[in-house]
């Protein structure tokens, strides 16, 4: 049997870009995305400035701050590691490369970190 | 001057490669790169990870594929000049370029490839006032000269395997040393984490955390730091001669931005319908450098464009020559170091 899930597999996600702009965006459940992929998807932050390091929790160039409160996945140790060593990072600080895009985040909201000079 | 037949700016695996196909060719390659060793991000950022889509490998980690591409090109003898950073470019009236590095050394070639991924990597400093005025001035993002920290008072912020090898180290060398870090936990290997305990337990390092430092104070010269424990805020001065802060390295175009190369979305804009060479002729840019429609950053990707730049390098430096490509499994691979790499002859013999 052939399941059809057209757009049945989207979230919406708030994101504050690091101009203060708010982008309210579509994100696939389905695709194996994370939330920096995301941002990059639609172009929020230029290119070579969001997910340097292409994911690998080894930069931190995708930090956002988390501001709706959503339960998120437990930090790994190499996103606290990174974080530990980032700079403007807050209290809600999570690097968006390290979240999953899941159904558990409809609705998410966070604000892109400013660039590391 | 160093002269060769094509610069290339970045020793990553795109630039490795291009040592290879540009040796097919006959031409000679020399490599400038920032870091101190070649491999770029592979050696820096990721060489204990795997990579799943480099064609034939099932699985490689990054810095074997960079050992395979050394080996593979060594019979082209490529020459490399590590730990300097590409600054300036300047172009003769016979279309060639010099290139100069940070430190001076002068580089002559027909062609230019930029190879550069990312940028150069350069030490991330931390967002504090007053930082630029400190520099060189008690404040150093790298350690050159160990013996300069003599008899001094130092301070390493970070908590990765520099911050915490050049701790041990400059413990033996300096008065004081002091390592201020924002967690509890290091990241580094497990013996350097268990060193620093042990010369925290003898009195050695005066170890502090969770804490970062908050602000520098000095007249001329930095004298003192101000160390925030981040558990209750409170704030400290500590008197040092030296602070270092070790917060690892991120990538930076740099100064090749001011080349006059058409640059879009932190990279280079190339003719991707032909050879990637950038709006200068005679300057190409080949990997995660370079930009274009439907540009993939990916390492195959960046082999393929190797490729190709070196097909037109060819035709740049040997405009009157004729030349087709020629299979390595036809035509072997001939070193200019004399080793002849070929297929076996199949044995001719009459079966009587």
Redesign the interface.
Known sequence: MIQLQIGMSDIKIKIIDREGVSHEVDAPTDMNMNLMEVVRSYELA????IG???G?A??A?CQCYVQSDHELPEMS?DE??ML??A???KDNSRLGCQLHITEDLDGLQVELAPE?? | MIKTDILIIGAGPTGLFAVFEAGLLQLKCHLIDALPQAGG?CSE??PK?PIYDIPGFPEVLAGDLVDNLMEQIKPFQPGFTLGERAETIEKLEDGSFIVTTNKGTKHHAPVVAIAGG?GSFEP????LENLEKYEDNGVAYMIKEPEIYRNKKVLIA???DSALDWSIFLADIAKEVTLV???N?F?GALDSVEKVQQLKNEGKINLITPAEVVALKGENRLEKVTVKDTSTSEETDVEVDDFIPL??L??K?GPISNWGLEIE???IKVDNTYDYQTNIPGIYAIGDVN?YPGKL?LILCGFHEATLMCQSAYQRINPDKKYVMKYTTVGGVTGFDGSKKEAPKAVVKAID
Request: aromatic share 6%.
């Open positions: 230029p290119e070579g400035t340097i390091c292409g690998m080894m930069c160039s140790d606290e590691a530990s060593e700079f403007n990072v590391e000079a | 991000q950022i990721y990870k990312l991330r400093k931390p967002l970070g908590g990765g870090h924002r967690r936990e990241r917060f690892g991120s990538p175009l979305k932190n990279a930009t950053k």
